[in-house]
């Protein structure tokens, strides 16, 4: 089945700094890389996807890249408040129409100092 | 904003007891998901479930744990006799056409 690691589990970063988390799946059949935000006693909540037919994507200061070749994808955060501190999940799968079975990665602790 | 909603939001057990855990998914959407997260670990597929039957399912997702979708609007977990290796948050999610999981905020399972 299909392995999704994700590096650093932790990451501090002084505000107005740039994060990037970076994650590597094994299924070249997946086609499918949300990224899920969870604030402490919350779900996970979706705050950018990409898709197997895109190399990068941009959402005002959050942009996902995705190297199919290479099969990884990375999370860029540029100017980075306290209010981005959180965990972050990278996920992939197979999507098939409306249905996906997320694989996720182990999440990574930014820490955003003010 | 359409939300996922789960109830409840922290149950206590005693190991061996039988629990329900209640979803009720955005209306539009018609797939649905149960996960699981271990305290400090990654969120885990259990189950998805479409057009009134399971679609697929994880190792995880062994004969004591069953779903239902009752009526129109909720989707349930069922674990027949809780271990203590069940203690977990348990989240719900659906999606619609675009294939986007949407998770409620879990519930607190824990084992005694």
């Known amino acids: 089945g299909e392995n999704v690691e994700q590096h650093p589990s932790t990451l501090s970063v002084q505000e107005g700094d740039s994060a990037v988390i970076k994650c590597t799946y094994s299924d070249s059949a997946s086609n499918y890389f949300p990224w899920y935000k969870q604030e402490l006693g919350k779900g996970p909540q979706l705050i950018i996807d990409?898709?197997?037919?895109?190399g990068e994507k941009k959402d005002q200061r959050i942009a996902v890249t995705l190297n199919k070749t290479a099969k990884h994808f990375s999370l860029h955060i540029t100017e980075t408040q306290p209010e981005d501190s959180a965990v972050y999940f990278c996920?992939?799968?197979?999507?098939?129409?409306?249905?996906?079975?997320?694989?996720f990665g182990k999440g990574t602790m930014l820490l955003v100092s003010p | 904003e359409p939300e996922v909603t789960q109830t409840p939001s922290h149950q206590v057990t005693q190991m061996g007891q039988e629990v329900i855990l209640r979803c009720v998914p955005i209306s539009n959407h018609l797939y649905f998901y149960w996960y699981r997260q271990i305290l400090g670990q990654k969120v885990e597929f259990l189950v998805s479930?479409?057009?009134?039957?399971?679609?697929?399912k994880s190792e995880i997702f062994d004969d004591q744990f069953s779903v239902e979708r009752p009526d129109g609007s909720n989707f349930t977990l069922k674990i027949r006799s809780t271990k203590l290796e069940d203690s977990a948050m348990y989240f719900c999610a659906s999606s619609g056409g675009t294939g986007e999981l949407f998770f409620g905020e879990g519930s607190r399972l824990t084992v005694l």
């Open positions: 996920a992939a799968s197979i999507g098939a129409g409306g249905y996906s079975t997320l694989t």
């Open positions: 990409i898709r197997s037919n895109v």
């Open positions: 479930f479409y057009n009134n039957e399971i679609s697929e």
